[in-house]
Nanobody, 124 residues
Framework: QVQLVESGGGLVQAGGSLTLSCAAS????????MAWFRQAPGKEREFVASITWSGTNIFYMDSVKARFIISRDNAKNTVVLEMKNLKPEDTAVYYC?????????????????WGQGTQVTVSS
């Protein structure tokens, strides 16, 4: 079993920055890919960014490219999402996910393990 715990969400003004962290524990293979998704009220959960276990392959959704950076520390079993120049449309609950599959813009269904989510609210 794998447990994921997100932290770092909050309220920020447009143009501001936030850093989200996800701590993994349990029987997680370090070869697993890790990803961030988000879900705004009334909308489907959408892919934000992912990173392979080696950090070699990183993918972002188009609207966050050049503003968000995903990174991971395998020794600490953590993944971080640095978010800059935040916009009101970035407001959502952000979820950390992990699993053996990955790639660009994967559907949420391919990830078997999820955190409980952390709220990010960007005011205009």
């Amino acid at each position: 079993q794998v447990q994921l715990v997100e932290s770092g969400g909050g309220l920020v003004q447009a143009g501001g920055s936030l850093t989200l962290s996800c701590a993994a524990s349990g029987r997680m293979l370090r070869t697993y890919n890790m990803a961030w998704f988000r879900q705004a009220p009334g909308k489907e959960r959408e892919f934000v960014a992912s990173i392979t276990w080696s950090g070699t392959n990183i993918f972002y959704m188009d609207s966050v490219k050049a503003r968000f950076i995903i990174s991971r520390d395998n020794a600490k079993n953590t993944v971080v999402l640095e978010m800059k120049n935040l916009k009101p449309e970035d407001t959502a609950v952000y979820y950390c996910a992990t699993g053996p599959a990955g790639g660009p813009a994967p559907p949420p269904s391919i990830y078997p393990y999820w955190g409980q989510g952390t709220q990010v609210t960007v005011s205009s």
